[in-house]
């Protein structure tokens, strides 16, 4: 099966493509490369174009015979969604819909969608499971919050079948180190933690110390970027052999993991003091967030391997260093 990946240039998607290509499907990446690197694209052809092009998006889809679609193409910094809502509605939701529209008219009929736990806001229990109402405090979190609807409604019209996945904190690089998280700007706490251990010059900023946790910092669940990518196989796996029409899963290991506790982990992996600038707390960040993930284990048969923190920023660390 050959599976177009919208944003396959990107951090998640290029992780999706090798595992994609280890499982036998062909990843065709489609990317305009604006925040993605056609060096993270190995496993399959790189086609560049823009999301909001469905005539682009047709010529692909009918070029390649595509089957089914993964869609990581998004903006995804929480911070400059609430500064630029503009640009987030713009790019998410218009983007999002060229790509259902250009699937409505090939006929493709499956779809992996890259959501996120920002759809949820701030959590009424921990930890968050899949009926958790949505609520979400930032224009990044309410964009993918409409598209899961929008692909619904696609659905229920036109028989396009879905399934949904939440990341918690996308996290760590390849166990081969051929790929790995390289952001501009880098706005994700350990690639930064990593930067300001190996480099004094630039200190790491840490967003509020006042938080109602246990050491008055964010508290994330961080889940491997290869275990990311297997979630998102065994989901494609599912659509191809079930009939239902659409599914939403959670991804995190289910352990909180403070933004103190993440400073601790990189100084002793790389041996290096991280220093730190301790400001105010950022609009739209919530003060904890941890998954309850058994939903995918149940259904799906996920079961994340890099689970230790250590683990996951020692694989970071190692594709720093590179």
Request: proline share 4%.
């Amino acid at each position: 099966m050959n599976v177009l990946i919208t944003g396959g240039a990107g951090y998640i998607g290029s992780h999706t493509c090798k595992e994609l290509a280890r499982n036998g499907y062909l990843p065709v990446s489609y990317d305009n490369l604006v925040y993605g690197h056609d060096w993270a694209v190995k496993w399959g052809p790189l086609e560049k174009g823009d999301i909001a092009d469905t005539a682009r998006l047709v010529q692909i889809i009918k070029k390649y015979e595509i089957r089914a679609v993964m869609h990581f193409a998004a903006f995804a910094y929480v911070g400059e969604s609430v500064s630029r809502p503009d640009i987030y509605y713009q790019n998410n939701l218009s983007g999002s819909l060229s790509l259902l529209n250009a699937m409505k008219e090939t006929g493709v009929r499956q779809i992996v969608f890259s959501s996120t736990c920002a759809t949820y806001g701030n959590p009424l229990e921990l930890p968050i499971r899949e009926n958790h109402p949505q609520n979400p405090i930032n224009p990044y979190g309410f964009t993918k919050f409409v598209v899961e609807r929008m692909i619904r409604d696609f659905g229920s019209a036109f028989g396009i079948r879905s399934v949904c996945l939440r990341y918690f904190n996308a996290a760590g690089a390849d166990l081969d180190c051929q790929i790995g998280e390289s952001h501009d700007p880098e706005t994700h706490l350990i690639p930064l933690a990593l930067a300001a251990a190996f480099d004094k010059r630039q200190a790491l900023p840490v967003y509020g110390s006042d938080y109602p946790t246990r050491d008055g910092t964010c508290i994330r669940d961080y889940i491997h970027v290869t275990d990311l990518a297997s979630a998102h196989v065994l989901a494609l796996k599912a659509l191809e052999n079930d009939r239902f029409l659409s599914r939403a899963y959670n991804l995190g290991n289910g352990k909180g993991v403070s933004v103190q506790e993440i400073i601790a982990s990189v100084e002793k992996i790389t041996r290096c003091k991280v220093p730190c600038v301790y400001g105010e707390r950022r609009d739209g960040d919530a003060a904890v967030l941890v998954a309850d993930s058994s939903q995918s284990r149940m259904e799906l048969g996920w079961n994340p391997v890099v689970t230790d923190i250590d683990a996951i920023i020692e694989s970071a660390a190692r594709w720093t260093k590179r």
